[in-house]
């Protein structure tokens, strides 16, 4: 794993958040079937899924910045830009 790499880092965050929010969902649903007091269980699965909504956007924002600008896009600016 290269601990520079920004993309590899968040990649890593979102497969343990996701084996622990699967693994606490999981637990969750069989303290809650069995009668069992699941507040706490839930709202540690609650943070973890808004960790992991969050580590999604966090990867979304990476790719987008490191896309290369199409030859198209790339014209449509530099029309816009001279019109200005």
């Known amino acids: 794993m290269r ?3 920004s993309l590899e880092l968040v990649d890593v965050g979102i497969g343990i958040t996701g084996f622990f929010a699967f693994a ?3 637990v969750t649903g069989v303290v809650e079937l069995t009668g069992g007091d699941a507040l706490g269980w ?3 699965l609650l943070a973890l899924v808004l960790v992991l909504v969050l580590l999604w956007q966090a990867r979304r924002r ?3 910045a490191r896309r290369p600008v199409d030859e198209e896009d790339a014209h449509v600016a530099d ?3 001279r019109h200005s």
């Open 79 to 81: 029309t816009s830009q």
């Open 62 to 64: 990476i790719v987008a």
């Open 24 to 26: 606490f969902l999981i």
């Open 3 to 5: 601990w520079d790499d």
């Open 42 to 44: 839930a709202l540690t």
